[in-house]
């Protein structure tokens, strides 16, 4: 192997430890979100949740 470019390897280090942090705290939102978030929308299949509910309330999938 040739000479090694530490500047290189430091940027590329750097990028991929801010996308690992970027991809944690997404995971832990979506995680915190299910677990605190709001409970005021039912999914569909949930019993006691009828076709009359779905029409006022159309079930929409989280982003």
């Known amino acids: 192997m040739g ?3 530490t500047e290189l390897i430091l940027c590329l280090g750097f990028v ?3 996308v690992g942090i970027y991809t944690l705290v ?3 939102m979506k995680v915190w979100r299910l677990l605190f978030g709001p409970k005021d929308r039912p999914h569909p299949e949930e019993e006691g949740f009828g076709e009359k509910d779905l029409e006022q ?3 929409t999938e989280p982003e």
């Open 3 to 5: 000479p090694v470019n």
């Open 16 to 18: 991929a430890f801010a």
């Open 26 to 28: 997404r995971i832990g």
């Open 57 to 59: 309330h159309p079930y």
